[in-house]
């Protein structure tokens, strides 16, 4: 059975739960990151928590913990209407292969049309031939005139 819930970051299950899942994240290829330390895993946990647009949605599968999904709601200043951005979209190693992704992704769509959102953008690595495939199916595409995702790193 496959329920949905938002993170209480008052809930201890919930952080816990959260933290687990971006540490497997991290570990995967497709995150390719070091594992946050304890301090740097209560710094997210207070962030994410305080920020006025960030919240998480857990997708559960016969109660345990299957994945999430990280979003913040912007402001479309074309559109004069909020957005959503999906940041992270993990679902634990355990989990894949079961369409699970693709039911939070449309359990995010009816967040954000409930939200009065004009779109929902996301990036995702081009090597990430799963997310891409899920990603098309559920109606996202590049944009035309195609954009660029860049960044500058300000950190080392």
């Given at each position: 059975?496959?329920?949905?819930?938002?993170?209480?970051?008052?809930?201890?299950?919930?952080?816990?739960?959260?933290?687990?899942?971006?540490?497997?994240?991290?570990?995967?290829?497709?995150?390719?990151?070091?594992?946050?330390?304890?301090?740097q895993q209560q710094k997210l946990i207070g962030a994410l928590k305080t920020h006025p647009s960030a919240f998480i949605l857990f997708i559960r599968m016969n109660g345990k913990y299957a994945g999430l999904a990280t979003c913040f709601e912007l402001l479309s200043t074309f559109k004069v209407q909020p957005y959503l951005?999906?940041?992270?979209?993990?679902?634990?190693?355990?989990?894949?292969?079961?369409?699970?992704?693709?039911?939070?992704?449309?359990?995010?769509?009816?967040?954000?049309?409930?939200?009065?959102?004009?779109?929902?953008?996301?990036?995702?690595?081009?090597?990430?031939?799963?997310?891409?495939?899920?990603?098309?199916?559920?109606?996202?595409?590049?944009?035309?005139?195609?954009?660029?995702?860049?960044?500058?790193?300000?950190?080392?």
């Open positions: 059975m496959v329920t949905f819930e938002f993170c209480n970051f008052d809930n201890p299950d919930h952080t816990q739960a959260l933290l687990d899942l971006y540490d497997q994240y991290m570990k995967d290829p497709m995150g390719n990151a070091p594992a946050l330390d304890s301090e951005y999906i940041h992270d979209v993990i679902i634990h190693s355990h989990f894949r292969g079961q369409r699970l992704g693709r039911k939070l992704l449309e359990q995010i769509t009816a967040e954000a049309r409930k939200r009065n959102c004009c779109k929902i953008a996301l990036e995702v690595r081009e090597d990430n031939q799963a997310a891409l495939r899920l990603y098309h199916h559920m109606g996202f595409a590049d944009c035309h005139p195609k954009l660029y995702f860049w960044t500058k790193n300000l950190n080392p």
